[in-house]
């Protein structure tokens, strides 16, 4: 998601970031901007952005992104230009290439099996070192719900006039 930030005399006017961000990297960069060390705070996941921002580090803030919704019936998994995609309504898992399809309207999974296969490896890997999540969500069984509803609605409507 983009976002904007202005601090005139630490962040050049009219500068656009294009490297990959997390939201979860705001509060770090927050806490180094007011002169506190997020370096400290060994629970926070995101990086301060402003040497990145500055011009003072030029490797990506990160390299790989990952996303999930309490028990993981959604999940996201990020490397690169490629967007690995689940949603709770569908088993099919969805691919994205965002540098040619930035808006992911294009599913790409069967043309790229083997990404598909690294970008699920990659998202499983980080989930196995997640602690459980201590309450439930409805949001998985709302949404498949949800979808067979509009399924049953669209078949009705697709019947023939007899």
Partial sequence: M??????PKE????MRYEKMISSLDI???ALEASGANASKEKQLEGVNLLPYIQGK???NPHEKLFWHSVGGFEYAARIGDYKLYHRAN??????????NGPFERTDIAEEQPDM???????YRDWDAKNIPHGWEDPHAENAIEEQKSFEATRTRAMRPNN
């Avoid at 962040?11 to 009219?14: E, G, L």
């Avoid at 569908?90 to 540098?99: A, N, V, W």
């Fill in 90 to 99: 569908e088993e099919k898992l969805l691919l994205f290439d965002l540098k």
């Fill in 11 to 14: 962040i050049p006017k009219n």
């Fill in 57 to 59: 580090k030029s490797s």
């Fill in 2 to 7: 983009p976002f904007f930030m202005t601090w």
């Fill in 116 to 122: 598909v296969a690294q970008l699920e490896k990659a």
């Fill in 27 to 29: 509060f770090p960069t």
